[in-house]
C-alpha cells in the first residue's frame, strides 16, 4: 500500500489530488496537511512513499521544511506541487532536496508522470526547466541579481515583495524581527536597490 502527505492550504487542491491518487493508486493511504506544523506532526508519525508539498503557505517556512526534511528524513521523497513560477523557485527546491518541480496548471498526464518518477526513486524535472537549465550553463555570467540571494534571504525578499511587513515575516518564519530586518538590510545591499518600491522594479526586470 502507498502512502502520501498532501501539504497545501487550500482543502479544493488537496481533495482533487487525493481523488487522482486514490483513483491510480489501489489500496493508498493519503493524509493531509495544511501548514508547516501539522506537515512536521505527520511526518514525524508515519512513513510515507511521496510527499507533495507547496511553497506558498500561510505561516509557513517552506524553505526550512524542506531542510528539515532533507536532514531528518534524507529518503523522503518530495514532490513540490505549486502556483510559484518554476523558473524562479524550481532550482532552488530542488538543490535543497526536492525530487521534483510540478505545476498545478500542468496537464493531468504530467502529473501523474512526475508522481511516478519520484515515486520510482527518479526525479522528475519539466522541459522547460531542462531548456532553462541548459541554457543558463551556456552563458558566462549570470546577471540575475535574485540569483545571488540564499535560500533564506530569496524567501524573505519573495515575502517582501507579496506586502508583508518585516514583523509579518517574523511570525511566518518563526524569527526574531531584529534578524528579517538584518537579511532585509542584505537582500537590498546585495540587489543594489534602498526600498521596496526599486526591488519590485528589480523583480519585475526578471519577471519574479
Do not use: C, W
Request: charged letters at 25%; glycine letters at 4%.
Amino acid at each position: 500500500m502507498k502512502k502520501f502527505l498532501l501539504i497545501d492550504d487550500h482543502v479544493v487542491v488537496r481533495s482533487g489530488i487525493k481523488i487522482l491518487l486514490s483513483e491510480i493508486y489501489k489500496p493508498s493511504q493519503i493524509d493531509e496537511a495544511h501548514d508547516g506544523d501539522s506537515a512536521l506532526s505527520k511526518v514525524r508519525e508515519n512513513s510515507y512513499d511521496l510527499v507533495m508539498l507547496d511553497i506558498q503557505m500561510p505561516n509557513t517556512d517552506t524553505f526550512g521544511l524542506m531542510e528539515y526534511f532533507r536532514v531528518k528524513y534524507p529518503e523522503l521523497r518530495v514532490l513540490i506541487f505549486s502556483m510559484s513560477p518554476e523558473n524562479i523557485y524550481a532550482k532552488r527546491f530542488l538543490k535543497a532536496g526536492a525530487r521534483g518541480f510540478i505545476s498545478k496548471d500542468a496537464p493531468l498526464e504530467e502529473i501523474k508522470k512526475a508522481i511516478n518518477l519520484v515515486l520510482n526513486n527518479s526525479r522528475y524535472i519539466s522541459e522547460a526547466m531542462i531548456d532553462m537549465l541548459a541554457e543558463s550553463s551556456g552563458k558566462d555570467k549570470d546577471d540575475n541579481l535574485f540569483n545571488t540571494l540564499s535560500a533564506r534571504e530569496f524567501e524573505i525578499a519573495s515575502l517582501l515583495l507579496n506586502g508583508q511587513t518585516i514583523s509579518g515575516i517574523a511570525n511566518t518564519l518563526h524569527l526574531q524581527v531584529s534578524t528579517i530586518g538584518t537579511h532585509k538590510a542584505r537582500i537590498f545591499d546585495k540587489l543594489k536597490v534602498s526600498n521596496i518600491l526599486e526591488m519590485k522594479e528589480l523583480a519585475n526586470t526578471y519577471n519574479i
